[in-house]
């Protein structure tokens, strides 16, 4: 293992090990779901190159995570989990709606994420956009983003491995570890039945 490795992966399990008790401040101080700034998500871009409309998001539980097309290991799991998830929910995965955000919208253009999600279940929405507006994205969430400091073009982003969970009133009801697919499960099963 290269000390670059060794470097990515020491941070990727720190991230890791936070878990959802890292986002506290998400939820409210009992745990009850809060608002979030949705429209921050309708200044981003679908990878199929149109403004991303947020009225998608009325009335339809939302499970949204951060990542970027040249993550090594947990970006295309968490999108392999997503696709399995979906089919697995068989017609009632129509009333779920899946984004992937993007935490590195230098590289991970509208043309660099279509042909990437092609490899996903196709329900699975890409959004990019500037990094201002990423960014805003990222706060308005409680995650967190970092590119790490190299020149090469083949930098590496840190960034929250969490899901988000949105329930159909626009309100962020839970926040998921990465790996946790039995909670991720049970989270969603729940907000379908709201």
């Known amino acids: ?13 720190a991230l890791l090990a936070s878990g959802p008790q ?5 939820l409210d101080d009992h745990g009850r779901p809060r608002g979030v700034d949705l429209a921050t998500l309708g200044r981003l871009t679908t990878q ?5 409309a947020t009225a998608a998001l009325r009335g339809k539980p939302t499970i949204l995570f951060f990542g970027y ?8 799991t968490t999108l ?3 696709t399995n998830y979906l089919h697995e929910l068989g017609e009632e995965a129509d009333r779920v709606n899946v984004i992937f955000v993007t935490v ?14 092609s490899n996903f279940d196709p329900r699975i929405v890409g959004l990019t956009g500037s990094i201002e507006n990423v960014d805003a994205v990222v706060k308005a969430f409680g995650a967190t983003r970092f590119e790490s400091t190299t020149d090469s073009a083949y930098y590496s982003v840190n960034h929250t ?3 988000f969970l949105i329930d159909r009133y626009g309100l962020l009801a839970s926040i998921v570890a990465y790996g946790d697919d039995r ?7 729940r907000l379908l039945a709201q």
């Open 183 to 189: 909670e991720l499960a049970k989270n969603a099963a």
């Open 104 to 117: 590195d919208p230098a590289r991970d253009t509208v043309e660099a994420l279509a042909p990437y999600l």
């Open 161 to 163: 491995a969490s899901t």
């Open 69 to 76: 097309t040249h993550c090594p290991e947990v970006c295309p």
């Open 1 to 13: 293992m290269t000390i670059r490795s060794l470097f990515l992966f020491g941070l990727v399990a």
């Open 48 to 52: 199929d190159g149109a403004p991303f």
């Open 80 to 82: 392999l989990e997503m």
């Open 22 to 26: 890292a986002f506290a401040g998400a």
